[in-house]
């Protein structure tokens, strides 16, 4: 009897772990919400660069515009390297516009951080 409870347990444990990797596989976990991605942005950059309130809430709103059109891009689907570019065009124009609403020194850590980013990201050739 035990013997079958735990061969019970033992499938059930395999069967479940088997979902988990075949939505990692596939790519099919959950995305975040716009309004989860504008949130955790606003956070680290709070956590980084001690943000007052009215920053806190320009930028949330910002980021949750930029959000919204990029899930609305990725839904319609159509070129993929044309939504590239305006995912792009979209993110510098964001950065921009954040550093606008920064003190000096709160725009000299942003622009580290960018940096730091920047060097994480692999390199692409054109021609791949």
Do not use: C
């Amino acid at each position: 009897m035990k013997k079958k409870m735990l061969m019970a347990i033992a499938y059930l444990l395999l069967v479940s772990s088997w979902g988990i990797a075949q939505q990692k596989v596939t790519g099919t976990t959950p995305k975040h919400s716009p309004e989860e991605q504008a949130k955790m942005r606003v956070e680290r950059l709070d956590k980084l660069l001690t943000l007052n309130q009215t920053q806190k809430d320009s930028i949330y709103n910002l980021v949750l515009a930029h959000a919204q059109q990029r899930t609305t891009l990725k839904n319609e689907g159509g070129n993929r390297k044309a939504n590239i570019e305006k995912f792009r065009q979209q993110r510098e124009a964001q950065t921009a516009k954040i550093k606008s609403w920064l003190s000096p020194e709160q725009a000299r850590l942003f622009e580290e951080q960018q940096e730091k980013m920047k060097s994480r990201m692999p390199k692409h050739t054109e021609n791949q």
